[in-house]
């Protein structure tokens, strides 16, 4: 499966954006999608993820509350919709997709898409 990410981009605290995901090349249905992140100089985070094929929902403790995990079936499209934006939110996210349904899904990543926060 491919995965192309948009909808980065540089935001002031208190903000929202939303995050897209596009999956190509085999049937997403099969799969769960979700982000991680990559801030400067630190390791890579899980942020959230989305079982496709019934729509169950896993989110790392940072962002539990303010990001939001959908998907819309018609688009193979999977949204990540982040409220009230905080500094330490700066990373680039990562798209990415496992098979079947798995609370991490890291078999395949797409490329990032950078979102900065501004204090």
């Known amino acids: 499966v491919q995965l192309q990410a948009s909808g980065g981009g540089f935001v002031q605290a208190g903000a929202s954006l939303r995050l897209s995901c596009v999956a190509s090349g085999s049937s997403i249905s099969r799969y769960t999608m979700g982000w991680f992140r990559q801030a400067p100089g630190k390791g890579r985070e899980f942020v959230a993820a989305?079982?496709?094929?019934?729509?169950?929902?896993y989110y790392g403790d940072s962002v539990k509350g303010r990001f939001t995990m959908s998907r819309d079936n018609a688009k193979n499209t999977g949204y990540l919709d982040m409220n009230s934006l905080k500094f330490e939110d700066t990373a680039i996210y990562y798209c990415?997709?496992?098979?079947?349904?798995?609370?991490?899904?890291?078999?395949?990543w797409g490329q990032g898409t950078l979102v900065t926060v501004s204090s």
């Open positions: 989305i079982s496709w094929s019934d729509g169950d929902t």
């Open positions: 990415t997709a496992g098979a079947g349904k798995t609370a991490r899904p890291t078999s395949y």
